[in-house]
């Protein structure tokens, strides 16, 4: 499975932003896809992730203004991020889950300006 992972930018507090994943090779198996973000000298840590049925889970910090969302079709996940503020700066990564094995895509740069 290859992930390759667009989207990121610079952006002024307040603004918004859409990240995409797209994956391709054996992802007949992938079930959960997720969003990571891992700013400098802070570890890696979840921003959100959403299963193959649709059911999501968000970290509480981008409750309400971050929305994940995937086509299969298209083979495809997003990460909508509106009210963007300075924390959310990150270099963020996407993930896909599939028989117990993860695979990880290259991070995309965000940078939020206050």
């Known amino acids: 499975v290859q992930l390759q992972a667009s989207g990121g930018g610079l952006v002024q507090a307040g603004g918004s932003l859409r990240l995409s994943c797209v994956a391709s090779g054996s992802i007949f198996n992938i079930n959960v896809m997720a969003w990571y973000r891992q700013a400098p000298g802070k570890q890696r840590e979840l921003v959100a992730a959403i299963t193959s049925g649709g059911n999501t889970n968000y970290a509480d910090s981008v409750k309400g203004r971050f929305t994940i969302s995937r086509d299969n079709a298209k083979n495809t996940m997003y990460l909508q991020m509106n009210s963007l503020k300075s924390e959310d700066t990150a270099v963020y990564h996407c993930?896909?889950?599939?028989?117990?094995?993860?695979?990880w895509g290259q991070g995309t740069q965000v940078t939020v300006s206050s």
């Open positions: 993930k896909a889950r599939g028989l117990s094995v993860d695979y």
